[in-house]
């Protein structure tokens, strides 16, 4: 058996064999390279966007200690207004508490000179 393949399997033959798995190799190799190819340009993209994202972040991150300040500085204005508001409120209600003592200090003195002029009159 193995005479009647060396002779149909010739040198020349093998080397043919040999030639058409190589090329079919070289095809593979071709079709690996350029998916390679595609896959660097998939992976340049990729970065360009992580560098974009990253730019993103660090904007977000610009704002939100922004948005921050202006929200502190915002808080401290009306936590001011609140305590103007309050002291006048303060004096009003001290001003409010004066007036109607006066009024009744006046209510009173003037009960008593109406007793006394009714009293005198008697």
């Known amino acids: 058996m193995m005479e009647a393949m060396t002779k149909s399997w010739t040198d020349d033959r093998m080397e043919e064999r040999f030639d058409a798995i190589d090329q079919?190799?070289?095809?593979?190799?071709?079709?690996l390279d350029g998916i390679d190819h595609r896959l660097d340009r998939v992976d340049q993209r990729l970065d360009g966007m992580d560098q974009r994202l990253d730019r993103v972040d660090a904007d977000i991150r610009g704002l939100r200690g922004e948005m921050n300040e202006r929200f502190d500085q915002m808080n401290m204005d009306v936590n001011a207004r609140f305590?103007?508001?309050?002291?006048?409120?303060?004096?009003m209600y001290?001003?409010?508490?004066?007036?109607?003592?006066?009024?009744?200090?006046?209510?009173?003195?003037?009960?008593?000179?109406?007793?006394?002029?009714?009293?005198t009159q008697l």
Not at 24 to 31: A, I, S
Not at 97 to 116: D, E, H, K, T
């Open 94 to 119: 001290r001003l409010m508490v004066r007036g109607s003592i006066a009024a009744i200090v006046a209510l009173i003195g003037l009960v008593s000179a109406c007793l006394g002029l009714f009293a």
């Open 83 to 91: 305590d103007k508001v309050s002291e006048r409120l303060d004096a």
């Open 24 to 31: 079919r190799f070289d095809g593979v190799d071709q079709r």
